[in-house]
């Protein structure tokens, strides 16, 4: 635990330390960690190609630091609490030694169904343990696991086993939700109506009835049957590819974020037990679902590498009621506690009667994630849920950056509602002007990019380098840019203030407007669409979309709806539009290109000052707009 930071004196020490010796620091903290053979060299790097190497040809697996170093010590220590949907159903703990003895038992089995090291293997299952037991089998055979989130569509699932060429999919029968209970294997199914895979494991979890494949399907009981429950974990290279998650981005499909081993295992873990504070023995539960990249580094990766009991919570907060999040609080005795603001939001509007029954004196941090909280919600996760005691970590991160960049340290970096307040030790930060220069001093506004590398950064875009080049290493040169606006106040605090390219971030859910709108253009009366963020009570962001459409002779309301389902269809129902209008004409510049502030204005309500419209093709439309404004 000599990697913690202590003191607020400490922290800037420590930062300083990793900004006038970034791989004297890097090294020190990776030391604690176990290594097959050691790194030649901690860091090669270049923001032209992007080329990045951390560790280089140090050869480990990332499991090995999860179960062989734990197990002696802490064998019997709870790895995962598992609380299912309905709180009568009982809940699983398993140790450290039993997850081992499960993830060698499926890996073998993985490995008999002929799947090797490389190989890319698609997760698209509910939020049960073997989910977490399939990323880390696949881990320990060293394939790349790329789990999709289980509200994913089948037509979204099918690209991306596409893109990735993947070889098999690990899924379950079906999902609880709250009272409802979802399909998952029959998503599965029509998903490889349009795709192929050689292997599909089922595990079984519903109980409902599923189509079976001969030869390609088979059930997650049968394949484990007979299989050694111990095994060798491969041997991997610091820089080979421990997963690829798909993101979406300003324009296009969604993109394969690559992560690999060596820089993400030791960023994951550095930054949960600073960030949070951990101690051994404490309970943590971060209420996200593993098909986002929180649920890869933080409650799967970073809280077992460090050796902490790990809470995964199949439901979800409102179900049975709006208490459900601080019943499991109670149950579990919880320390820590990570949830995303649009959480915070919509338990706020039920008050706080749902909070008074249950004893939350066990939390001692409170985090925030995927979204700017609002200083309102701050407050009121901070009096209610906290009683005011535990500090609050807004994190900032993204999942091309594998871990959280800037956050309080708990209990030690001052706090300020809405402030993600100071970037952890490795990350430097700058902002810079639309013109990319680099905005020196306190009190300025601008674009967030981060000039040096980091060890749990991306490393590329799958099958596609130029891409990832071009997203994020070419806007301003020399630097990686994050697609977010920030503050940094008279403090030298960092306010992070939403994005600033055409992403949208609905329920901490990143939505790429494009592929909303390419969503839409699928139905067939669709001519043309454009779709914008508006200000959103509970959703943070809501999804305003404007549709030029012929009617043909549907009525409005029926149209709005058969694009929704649309939509549903194509990405799933996170990406449906909260709004739709129907509009005979989009505002143009004379050279064609939508003028997207003016949508914004007018979604967002904003309509005295509209600038200067004179320019548009038509400008007509706008008053139009105006009026037909939902
Ligand atoms: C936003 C989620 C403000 C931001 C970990 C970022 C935040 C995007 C915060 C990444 C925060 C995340 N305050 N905004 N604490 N955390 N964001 O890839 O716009 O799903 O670029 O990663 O979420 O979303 P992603």
């Keep these: 635990m000599s990697d913690r930071i202590h003191t607020l004196s400490g922290y800037f020490h420590e930062y300083q330390k990793s900004v006038t010796e970034p791989e004297k620091f890097w090294a020190r903290i990776a030391d604690s960690f176990h290594w097959q053979k050691r790194w030649d060299k901690v ?122 060429g993947a070889k098999a999919i690990l899924t379950s029968d079906g999902n609880y939700r709250g009272n409802k209970k979802i399909g ?65 981005g300003s324009t296009g499909k969604p993109k394969g974020v690559v992560h690999t081993i060596g820089g993400y295992m030791v960023y994951t873990k550095y930054s949960f037990e600073n960030v949070f504070q951990y101690s051994p023995g404490d309970v943590y539960w971060c209420t996200a679902d593993i098909g986002w990249i929180t649920g890869h580094s933080y409650i799967v990766y970073g809280p077992l590498l460090a050796g ?36 915070i939001r919509a338990l706020q509007a039920h008050g706080t009667d749902p909070i008074e029954p249950y004893d939350l004196s066990s939390l001692k941090v409170l985090g925030s994630v995927g979204e700017p909280i609002n200083e309102e919600a701050w407050h009121w996760y901070h009096t209610h849920i906290g009683k005011t005691r535990c500090p609050i970590v807004d994190t900032w991160w993204q999942t091309e950056t594998g871990g959280i960049m800037v956050s309080p340290i708990a209990g030690i970096t001052p706090t300020k509602p809405a402030y993600a307040t100071l970037p952890l030790p490795g990350i430097q930060l700058c902002i810079v002007d639309n013109e990319g220069k680099i905005m020196t001093g306190n009190s300025v506004e601008g674009n967030l990019c981060i000039c040096f590398p980091w ?46 390219d055409d992403v949208i971030n609905v329920s901490g859910h990143r939505m790429g407007t494009a592929e909303v709108e390419n969503a839409i253009n699928e139905h067939p009366l669709v001519i043309e669409s454009a779709v914008v963020g508006y200000p959103h009570e509970v959703k943070g962001q809501g999804i305003y979309a404007y549709v030029i459409s012929d009617m043909k002779n549907r009525t409005e309301e029926n149209l709005v709806n058969e694009i929704k389902d649309t939509v549903s ?20 510049t004379r050279s064609g290109k939508i003028m997207r502030r003016i949508l914004r204005k007018v979604a967002e309500g904003s309509l005295d000052n509209m600038g200067d419209t004179s320019t548009l093709l038509d400008p007509e439309v706008v008053t139009e707009i105006i009026d037909g404004r939902k």
């Design 455 to 500: 060890p749990g950064m991306l490393r590329t875009t799958y099958g596609d380098h130029e891409r990832c080049k071009q997203t994020y290493f070419s806007t301003y040169k020399g630097m990686y840019f994050t697609g977010d606006g920030v503050k940094r106040d008279h403090d030298g605090y960092y306010r992070i203030l939403g994005r600033v």
């Design 43 to 164: 860091l090669e790097w270049d923001f032209e190609g992007p080329d990045i190497k951390w560790f280089v040809n140090a050869k480990l697996n990332i499991t090995e630091n999860i179960f062989e170093k734990h197990l002696y010590t802490l064998g019997d220590r709870a790895a995962i609490i598992w609380e299912p949907n309905d709180p009568n159903e009982e809940g699983r703990t398993i140790t450290y030694r039993e997850l081992y003895h499960e993830v060698c038992r499926f890996s073998n089995a993985l490995k008999a169904k002929g799947i090797k090291k490389g190989d890319r293997v698609i997760i698209y299952m509910p939020m049960v343990p073997e989910a977490a037991v399939a990323m880390l089998a696949c881990a320990r055979i060293g394939a790349i696991h790329s789990v999709v989130f289980a509200g994913f569509s089948s037509s979204a699932l099918a690209d991306r086993v596409n893109d990735c």
């Design 308 to 343: 902490a009991t790990s809470i995964m919570f199949e439901g979800v907060p409102t179900y049975p009621d709006a208490g459900r999040f601080w019943a499991v609080c109670e149950k579990y005795k919880v320390n820590q506690f990570y949830t995303a603001p649009t959480a």
């Design 569 to 588: 269809k194509i990405i799933g129902p996170i990406a449906k539009p909260d709004k739709i209008q129907i509009v005979s004409g989009l505002p143009k």
């Design 184 to 248: 998952v294997k029959s998503v599965v199914d029509e998903a490889l109506e349009k795709s192929s895979v050689d292997t599909v494991i089922v595990y079984q979890r519903t109980g409902q009835e599923v189509t079976m494949k001969e030869g390609r399907d088979h059930w997650w009981h049968e394949v484990i049957e007979g299989e050694e429950d111990t095994n060798k974990a491969e041997v991997m290279d610091s820089e080979d590819m421990l997963f690829i998650l798909y993101t979406s």
